[in-house]
């Protein structure tokens, strides 16, 4: 299967590619390597997942937000490589950070939703290296921002 049937048996519908909300590019490549910026939790209806985990979100909540974080960066990943994600050659490293408590421990749980999706669509080459950091505040109050580093054909 490729990325594009994966996406489909998964019923991932990709949403158009965030712009940037400062002084900064959606994605950069340099050589093979394609680098997307931290993208946000925002559901399928373009609204922010807010909220602090351990405080007003459950690991679970988390873990879905981390999903739609996955969900804009293959739909960055697309539109850096021209609507094309066979240049995808695989992903080399998520950075995932959680907006929460000091004694909230789970992120790495919430980073599996990114993890998971990544492996979902692009199988093999979807397997990565990652940080799962948490951190006491996000951009626009949102619960979970993740990057990636791909590498290209």
């Known amino acids: 299967m490729n ?19 400062g002084s900064y590019v959606a994605f950069k490549k340099s ?24 405080k007003d979100l459950k690991t679970e909540d988390g873990y879905n937000a981390g999903v739609r974080c ?4 293959i739909a960055q990943a697309k539109k850096a490589c021209d609507g094309d994600l066979s240049k995808i050659k695989s992903c080399i490293k998520l950075t995932g950070f959680v907006n929460s408590t000091d004694n909230f421990i789970e992120q790495p749980k919430v980073i599996n939703g990114a993890s998971d999706t990544m492996v979902k669509v692009f199988g093999e080459a979807g397997m990565h290296t990652r940080a799962a950091v948490s951190v006491n505040s996000l951009p626009l109050g949102v619960a979970v921002e993740v990057d990636a580093i791909f590498e290209l054909n």
């Open 3 to 21: 990325f594009e049937e994966n996406l489909a048996k998964e019923n991932i519908k990709l949403p158009d590619a965030p712009q940037p909300v």
């Open 31 to 54: 050589e093979k390597l394609l680098f997307i910026s931290g993208q946000i939790s925002i559901d399928e209806s373009g609204n922010l997942i807010k909220g602090k985990l351990g």
């Open 70 to 73: 996955a969900v804009n960066i």
